[in-house]
Nanobody, 114 residues
Framework: QVQLVESGGGLVQPGGSLRLSCAAS????????MRWYRQAPGKERQMVAA????????NYADSVKGRFTISRDNAKNTMYLQMNNLKPDDTAVYYC???????WGQGTQVTVSS
């Protein structure tokens, strides 16, 4: 059974940091590029960051460049999103995604508020 399970969300003050994790199971994680998405209330789902199979290439949305870092550990079947200098506009549900074959996690809530 394929599973992508996000964790690490929570409430943080502006300027704070969080590290999200996405644990994969049921498929060969190392063979697939992976992405983080987020969806704020009333807004469309937005791609935040992407990483290739071995982690050699990474891409970020302009809104998070310089603040977020995507990484993966294929030995642990896990992807990460380190989020620094968080802003209220980063408040959203964050999802991990394997774009091909189209797997999604259930999401983890990140709330940035004082």
């Amino acid at each position: 059974q394929v599973q992508l399970v996000e964790s690490g969300g929570g409430l943080v003050q502006p300027g704070g940091s969080l590290r999200l994790s996405c644990a994969a199971s049921g498929f060969t994680f190392s063979r697939y590029a992976m992405r983080w998405y987020r969806q704020a209330p009333g807004k469309e789902r937005q791609m935040v960051a992407a990483i290739t199979t071995a982690g050699g290439s990474k891409n970020y949305a302009d809104s998070v460049k310089g603040r977020f870092t995507i990484s993966r550990d294929n030995a642990k079947n896990t992807m990460y999103l380190q989020m620094n200098n968080l802003k209220p506009d980063d408040t959203a549900v964050y999802y991990c995604n394997a774009p091909s074959p189209g797997y999604w996690g259930q999401g983890t809530q990140v709330t940035v508020s004082s």
